[in-house]
């Protein structure tokens, strides 16, 4: 059974930093695509940035220069590292997992950040 568990998440001062982490299990195939998403109650998901395993990576416009995703293969576990945040950037962050970056079956529970002036 494939399982997604994010963590990481907190509260802290516009200008700070947070790193989230996703730690992947059950998914063994060697292709594959994660990423960060975002929403606050009442809005829609907002892509944050994705990591696929043939190098690419991408980024939302409202987290370019700010953010970095990474992954550490061993560890089955994508990171995001968030600096400079915003209050803007307060929201549940989501974890995606899919075949490919267009197509994500899978999503954890998700982990709260918020970024207080």
């Known amino acids: 059974q494939v399982r997604l568990e994010e963590s990481g998440g907190g509260s802290v001062q516009s200008g700070g930093s947070l790193r989230l982490s996703c730690q992947a299990s059950g998914y063994t195939a060697s292709r594959y695509c994660m990423a960060w998403f975002r929403q606050v109650p009442g809005k829609e998901s907002e892509f944050v940035s994705s990591?696929?395993?043939?190098?690419?990576?991408i980024y939302g416009d409202s987290v370019k220069g700010r953010f970095t995703v990474s992954i550490d293969n061993a560890e089955n576990t994508l990171y995001l590292q968030m600096n400079s945040l915003k209050p803007e950037d307060s929201a549940m962050y989501y974890c995606?997992?899919?075949?490919?970056?267009?197509?994500?079956?899978?999503r954890g529970q998700g982990t709260q950040v918020s970024v207080s002036s």
């Open positions: 990591f696929d395993t043939d190098g690419t990576t």
């Open positions: 995606q997992l899919g075949f490919s970056c267009d197509y994500y079956f899978e």
